[in-house]
């Protein structure tokens, strides 16, 4: 079982390798192989039945890395949707990330409303409140302040990922495929932006909830404590709540020493 493991995950890495992926025929026939070479082996003894053994775990897990790959890039906003306006239901994924004009989050597409818009199942969202609310009191800016696990109904509009590709650079479009995130964009406040829902009840959303509840009872109790953004981090993991003198005083640190 051990040697199985490995061959799967070795097949796994393999396809990490290559420059392009493999055609669905192709997969398709090294799963065939793969299965076909596992029932030959079994019940076998001797070097050969391992060894096929082996390279048909490797096949497998080859060609389920590659069929994974193919799901998560066709999961993707077309081109002709890209900077138009498209109306959404969905959840709130994860914790809020709150800046000096609005927050960030991670947003579960449940139903698009726009009729022929294709979106990809979670995207990233922008809410600028500053700009997008002038008129409004901080009251109700603040009373539609998003929290993990709410559905929403809103206008955003969207783009494809796109990131430097600089050599030995942070890839920023490798970052978000690795999430699964498939577009980035902002919600529409000129059109209508509502709560549809209190709570939608998946664990992990559960989970980013309590992380909410966490960081809202620390800014309650300490709300001008220089660092408090210190002690959410610590807590849940949010580092982003660290104030950027913090963070620049990090590194300073770690360029004199």
Request: aromatic share 12%.
């Amino acid at each position: 079982m051990r040697f199985a493991i490995l061959a799967f995950a070795a097949g796994i890495l393999f396809l990490q390798t290559q420059a392009a992926l493999p055609s669905t025929t192709a997969l398709a026939s090294l799963v065939g192989a793969g299965i076909c070479g596992i029932i030959l082996a079994l019940n076998r003894t001797g070097w050969l039945p391992r060894g096929a053994l082996v390279l048909s775990f490797a096949a497998l897990g080859f060609s389920w890395a590659g069929w994974r790959a193919e799901v998560r890039l066709a999961d993707r906003l077309p081109e002709s949707w890209e900077v138009r306006d498209i109306e959404l239901v969905g959840v709130v994924a994860s914790l809020p990330q709150r800046f000096e004009r609005g927050e960030r989050f991670l947003f579960d597409v449940e139903k698009v409303l726009t009729p022929g818009a294709r979106v990809p199942e979670r995207i990233s969202l922008s809410w600028y409140h500053a700009w997008d609310d002038i008129e409004e009191s901080d009251t109700t800016v603040a009373s539609r302040a998003m929290h993990p696990g709410e559905r929403w109904r809103f206008t955003v509009r969207l783009k494809r990922p796109h990131g430097s590709a600089n050599p030995h650079g942070f890839d920023y479009e490798a970052w978000l495929l690795e999430r699964g995130i498939r577009a980035t964009g902002s919600i529409r406040a000129r059109y209508e932006v509502a709560r549809v829902g209190e709570f939608v009840w998946r664990p992990g959303y559960v989970v980013e909830r309590l992380r909410d509840g966490v960081r809202e009872r620390f800014l309650t109790v300490l709300p001008d404590a220089p660092y408090a953004g210190v002690l959410i981090a610590l807590a849940i993991g949010d580092q982003r709540s660290i104030p950027v003198v913090f963070r620049n005083n990090k590194l300073r640190f770690f360029i004199a020493n």
